[in-house]
């Protein structure tokens, strides 16, 4: 059995809610960036590159920023600008892209062409498979379709080539799980149509070739069981059941990405004589909750709410941060966070211990904001009040990233776990084939995340994963002039985004895989939440109208196209 087809998907570009923006303040004393960046430690570094700086005279702060997907990294042309005018003028300058500005020069997804051929045998076993493709990240490279062919089923023979097509348009950039959503596109909806050349049902076809031995495939058979049953699945009909115009279908796509860790993390924690505990680490907040969480590891070590915990970030003044790509912050910050947490209250228990007769250290334990002794709770008093009277100045710790507890299968500055990540989406679509217009209006997505550090926020990266990958599957198309080269939907009027009518009813459910690598065992969701979105969405289509829709965006026109063909 032979499945060949080809598959198209779009150029979409970031569009974050705040642009790329940059403040340079050159004094005699040194220079200060502030930033909108996802990793602070880029912009310093190139910084001190182009200007033949020191590092120790570039502070980069970056308090909050608003949005980035992946595109905001290095400090760019416009901020080497702004570094070099603040230099002439002796005074600070601020440069920030207008939405053109971003559309067009701040980076994108690259598009594809992807021509694939699946053999498998008679029961659905995976015999071979032939993938290439083509994708033009403009002046830029790295438009491929990522690693998910080679990753995601296990198949005895293998080819895949990826092919960079160099135009005369802005350059691409990192987005939110690189080359896998393009990738998931076409492999996903390649599996779907191999299930019902077999008449097998698509969830039957992934439990027997989902079958490579890690912890991610064990994830995705748990996900799809649990998954399925809440969305239901059972109530899944032939293709082109319904009668008139509007179609309704389901369908379903899995997610495979990797498990990231940046080693040089360091985090600091400080105890004051007053009781009062704050972290330091120089990542970055992308809207992520970034602080929250810092303030929760280490809050639990001190028997402290997290609102007590002073949270500073974002500063190259700080100790070493990762940058916010990958699906790594929480996974490389918690647990030094814990660790240096720990070392700290183990440290301020010595100090604490000769206020209760000398108590053994060991024995001093933190809850609801005071300090006592095991066995002797109703003696237990403020930390506060207890930190005073032992006036020790002040305790500092640091903790460093260290290697996963197995160690990891890729080391490096960006090192990957042995584990990976996993999810399953199961989508519901009305389309209107008089129209065109196609309407998701429910899906389920089941995402294994570690140890969910504050379930809330890991729930939020799911949901905007989903409304993100919805939305590119719909909705975002870059329309080129091809004689100019220039966009002709530079705005966010033309520039089609799904909106809050068109957002699904998203229903997450998240699965902790508990792996024991870690002090927390943390780890990111922000990829794997966009990645399997618009393969189904594409099969729910499927099933609904029995045509199978390998163009993206599935707007009007290339719906009709593909009712038509």
């Known amino acids: ?19 790329h923006g940059i403040v340079a303040d050159w004094q005699d004393d040194g220079l200060t960036i502030y930033a909108s960046t996802q990793h602070t430690h880029s912009v310093r570094d190139e910084a001190a590159e182009y200007f033949d700086l020191p590092k120790s005279k570039i502070r980069v702060i970056s308090d909050f920023t608003g949005g980035g997907f992946g595109a905001k990294y290095g400090i760019n042309n416009f901020g080497l600008l702004a570094i070099h005018l603040s230099q002439k003028a002796g005074a600070p300058v601020r440069m920030m892209l207008d939405r053109r500005e971003e559309h067009v020069s701040a ?85 779907d149509e191999l299930a019902d050349r077999l008449q097998l049902d698509p969830l039957i076809l992934r439990d027997r070739i989902d079958t490579k031995p890690t912890d991610d495939m064990l994830a995705r058979a748990h996900e799809r069981k649990v998954a399925a ?21 389901i369908g379903m796509a899995q ?58 970030i974002g500063d190259t003044r700080f100790p070493w941060g990762p940058p916010s790509g990958g699906s790594r912050v929480t996974a490389s910050v918690t647990a030094p966070a814990r660790n240096a947490a720990y070392a700290a209250a183990r440290d301020l228990a010595a100090r604490l211990a000769p206020l209760f007769d ?77 129209t065109g217009v196609v309407k998701v209006e429910r899906i389920v ?26 939305s590119y599957a719909i909705y975002e198309d870059r ?3 091809a004689a100019s080269g220039h966009q002709l939907n530079a705005n966010v009027d033309q520039y089609k ?45 499927y099933n609904a109208t029995g045509k199978r829709i390998r163009t993206l965006p599935m707007n009007p026109a290339n719906v009709l196209a593909t009712l038509s063909a």
């Open 107 to 191: 980076g994108n997804r690259p598009n594809s062409l992807q021509r694939v051929r699946i053999g498998a045998k008679q029961d659905g076993t995976l015999t071979a498979i032939d993938v290439i493709s083509w994708g033009s990240g403009g002046i830029a490279g790295g438009a491929g379709i990522g690693f998910c062919y080679n990753a995601l089923y296990p198949c005895p023979n293998m080819r895949t080539e990826q092919y960079d097509v160099f135009t005369n348009a802005g350059p691409c950039a990192a987005f939110r799980a690189p080359g896998q959503v393009q990738g998931i596109f076409s492999l996903e909806q390649a599996m």
């Open 255 to 312: 997610a495979q990405w990797v498990y990231v860790v940046s080693p040089p993390t360091t985090v600091e924690v400080r105890v004051a004589d007053d009781g009062s505990v704050s972290v330091y680490n120089s990542t970055q907040d992308v809207g992520t909750g970034t602080r929250t969480v810092l303030a929760q590891v280490v809050a639990e070590e001190f028997g402290l709410n997290a609102e007590d915990i002073g949270v500073f």
């Open 497 to 541: 985004m799904v909106g809050s009518r068109e957002t699904p009813a998203i229903e997450v459910l998240l699965m902790e895989q508990i792996g024991a690598q870690s002090s927390t065992d943390a780890r990111g969701i922000a990829e794997a939440s966009n990645v399997a979105t618009s393969a189904a969405i594409a099969n729910a289509f």
């Open 445 to 470: 997505a089941a995402s294994d995340c570690g140890r969910p550090i504050n379930p809330k926020l890991v729930e939020s990266q799911v949901i905007g994963g989903i409304i993100q990958g919805v």
């Open 229 to 249: 049953e809440r969305f239901g699945w059972s109530r899944r009909r032939p293709p082109n059941a319904d009668a008139g115009p509007i179609k309704r279908g």
């Open 1 to 19: 059995m032979i499945v060949e087809a080809e598959y198209r998907t779009q150029v979409q570009t970031h569009v974050p809610m705040e642009t």
């Open 479 to 481: 329309i080129m002039d």
């Open 358 to 434: 000398d108590a053994d250290p060991d024995d001093i334990f933190f809850a609801d904001g005071k300090v006592g002794v095991r066995g002797k709770e109703g003696a237990a008093r403020p930390l506060k009040d207890a930190a005073k009277e032992a006036k020790f100045g002040e305790i500092s710790k640091l903790a460093k990233r260290h290697d996963d507890y197995e160690g990891f299968a890729v080391p490096g500055e960006l090192s990957i776990s042995r584990h990976g990540l996993g999810g399953v989406q199961f989508a519901e679509v009305a389309v209107d084939v008089e």
